[in-house]
């Protein structure tokens, strides 16, 4: 089977721009999670969907969004981005059924530079 | 709350040497415990898991880890470090927010000839 796909994976953005990235999941997979790696925050949980809804969602401003697709890819969207945006991003896959917590498998990232 | 905390952003072995990174949790509910290991410009591999089947779990490349309930730790393990090791260890929890996975800070492991 094939793994996470994530594209692109390295962009450079100017402030104030926005940037959607993609990922595709494993075949199977509907869960869809984002995280964003930074070296000053670590690894942080964005957001997760199911099924084309947000099951869960993180502690970061509305300017992060997403969204799933019946096919269960998914796009991240960040609007007017700002220098500490500079991250790299991660979306992740699982089975995830109903309510359940499930092995998640890493994309590559996509390595995003605003400046 | 669940929280994960890594106890030493760097760890040193010499190459043959015992690998043990420590990792302590907190969570409300019964745990899912994963290791993942990180290579330069790359993405999160998984290592290994904990369900709450056996408490010892084997992952890939020869390591193991632990659960220890009443320690709330579930350290990785190593007999015998290779070169090859040499990457940055994440362990992470879920459970508590469902499919959430909430990561320590990481540990980068480096290992002398």
């Known amino acids: 089977k094939a793994g996470v796909t994530q594209t692109p994976r390295y962009l450079i953005k100017t402030r104030g721009q926005q940037v959607t990235l993609s990922c595709s999941p494993i075949?199977?997979?509907?869960?869809v999670s984002w995280y964003q790696q930074t070296p000053g925050q670590g690894l942080q949980f964005l957001f997760e969907?199911?099924?084309?809804?947000?099951?869960n969602k993180g502690n970061f401003p509305g300017r992060f969004s997403g969204r799933q697709f019946s096919n269960s890819r998914s796009e991240m969207n960040v609007s007017t981005l700002e220098l500490g945006d500079s991250a790299l991003y991660l979306c992740?896959?699982?089975?995830?059924?109903?309510?359940?917590?499930?092995?998640?498998?890493f994309g590559p990232g996509t390595r995003l530079t605003v400046l | 709350a669940q929280s994960v905390t890594q106890l030493g952003s760097h760890v040193s072995v010499s190459e043959g040497a015992l690998v043990l990174l420590r990792c302590y949790y907190s969570?409300?509910?019964?745990?899912?415990l994963f290791w993942y290991v990180q290579y330069p410009n790359q993405g999160l591999q998984l290592l290994l898991k904990?369900?709450?089947?056996?408490?010892l779990v084997k992952g890939i490349n020869g390591f193991e880890a632990e659960f220890k309930k009443s320690e709330t730790s579930f350290h990785l393990t190593k007999p015998s470090a290779h070169m090859s090791d040499a990457a940055e260890y994440f362990c992470?929890?879920?459970?508590?927010?469902?499919?959430?996975?909430?990561f320590g800070g990481g540990t980068r492991l480096m290992v002398k000839p």
């Open positions: 969907y199911f099924s084309e809804t947000q099951r």
């Open positions: 075949s199977g997979h509907r869960s």
């Open positions: 992740a896959s699982s089975l995830a059924y109903e309510g359940r917590t499930d092995t998640q498998y």
């Open positions: 904990y369900t709450s089947a056996a408490t």
């Open positions: 969570s409300s509910v019964p745990p899912y």
């Open positions: 992470a929890v879920s459970g508590d927010a469902g499919n959430m996975l909430t």
